[in-house]
């Protein structure tokens, strides 16, 4: 494998945790795992990633996509502002869970736990801000977990996207 190969896999790979990451502060982090996935299928002429996964993979986006906007349009999300503390807050919560699901799950572990330890992350930075307002402004418990839900949803199905990405590219032919 050449150097340049090396640098294609790295940054694929990097797109698709930052894919799970963007989806802790409700930004569309399905799709870029799909434009990741296509433009690497495009890289190697489609051969381990073919029309069949792709076409899987973007109905999972809209699948995703689709979900959140209906669960947003019920009215009851109302995302945090991204600031610095929550930023890194919410990556060292999820580096700590890739950490720990790493030795168990291997490979499987890190996108995992780089997932949930976000998660984990996003709802306790929600209670802690929650926690800061005046009992008048508060969102309620309702609220977080809804939100959190949520985000657990869109999570839940990039986490099948990268199993199913994954297991094509890796498949023993």
Not at 30 to 52: E, K, L, N
Not at 79 to 92: G, S
Not at 125 to 131: A, C, S, T, V
């Amino acid at each position: 494998m050449s150097s340049i190969e090396t640098a294609g896999y790295t940054l694929f790979m990097a797109f698709l945790f930052l894919g799970i990451f963007l989806i802790n502060f409700g930004l569309p982090g399905t799709v870029v795992i799909f434009v990741d996935t296509f433009v690497f299928a495009i890289w190697t002429s489609f051969a381990p990633v073919g029309f069949t996964v792709l076409a899987a993979l973007l109905l999972m986006v809209a699948a995703a996509e689709g979900g959140d906007f209906w669960l947003t349009s019920l009215g009851m999300h109302k995302p945090l502002p991204l600031t610095v503390r929550y930023f890194f807050a919410v990556l060292a919560a999820a580096v700590a869970g890739a950490c720990f699901l790493y030795p168990s799950l291997q490979g499987l572990g890190l996108f995992l736990g780089f997932y949930l330890g976000g998660l984990a992350g996003t709802l306790f930075f929600r209670i802690i801000e929650d926690l800061r307002l005046k009992p008048a402004f508060r969102n309620g418990w309702r609220n977080i977990l809804f939100s959190t839900a949520q985000t657990a949803l869109k999570g839940s199905l990039a986490i099948v996207m990268i199993i199913v990405t994954l297991s094509t590219i890796y498949a023993p032919t």
